[in-house]
């Protein structure tokens, strides 16, 4: 039996100006940590757009410029791998969520963020959703721009960098991706306060 595909909602309280925030690149060995702030309006409607992890790479940069041309606001945040070293990267994920929601032109009243943990954001109040990317379009639309971002990011680098194969691990710690460390060491943009390598693999600095 098919399963009817859970419809996600626009507002968690109608009437309020809501942005959904999202990260991407947490676990990554590699690349900076980008996240995404979105407000949609009140009329918004996309069957297709979810949780960036269902969807296919196609159908993510499908949605992107919906997202970006239908939206009453967006912003991306950046944080590098040095700051990620620096502040660990759980803190560097709210420190993304931050400067994308600073870049927002409209002012949201409330900010809707996937997970269960985030700091604070100065003079406006929020919610904490766990696995609200698969919940709230807002949060789905930002999870779409943050890793969308960060795969264009990843892309580019993988030019410079292609032993690594970036272009198809993004950075993620897989044994091709693991395996290229140990021959090669590692990059400017790897963070090093993260286990580059299996236990059993042994880095030679």
């Known amino acids: ?28 060995l590699a690349g900076p940590v980008f996240a995404a702030a979105v407000i949609l309006p009140a009329d918004f409607q996309c069957d297709l757009l979810n949780d960036s ?3 296919t790479e196609k159908q993510r940069y499908q949605l992107r410029p919906v997202i970006e041309e239908q939206a009453l606001a967006y912003g991306v945040g950046v944080v590098s791998n040095e700051e990620v070293d620096e502040i660990n990267v759980l803190n560097a994920s709210f420190l993304a969520m931050h400067r994308a929601v600073k870049q927002l032109k409209v002012k949201p009243e409330h900010l809707l963020i996937d997970g269960n943990r985030f700091k604070p954001y100065s003079g406006i109040s929020h919610d904490c959703i766990v696995k609200g990317d698969g919940k709230f379009l807002a949060i789905a639309a930002a999870s779409v721009l943050a890793k969308t971002y960060r795969d264009d ?3 580019e680098l993988d030019e410079a960098f292609p032993v690594y194969q970036w272009r198809k691990n993004k950075g993620y710690p897989t044994k091709v991706h693991r395996q290229a460390i140990q021959q090669h060491g590692p990059t400017p943009y790897h963070r090093m306060s993260f286990r580059l390598l299996d236990e059993q693999l042994k880095l030679e600095l």
Not at 1 to 28: H, N, Q, S, Y
Request: with cysteine; proline share 3%.
């Open 1 to 28: 039996m098919k399963k009817t595909p859970i419809k996600l909602e626009l507002f968690l309280k109608e009437g309020r100006v809501e942005a959904g925030c999202d990260e991407a690149g947490r676990g990554c």
């Open 53 to 55: 992890k269902k969807l």
């Open 153 to 155: 990011y990843m892309n």
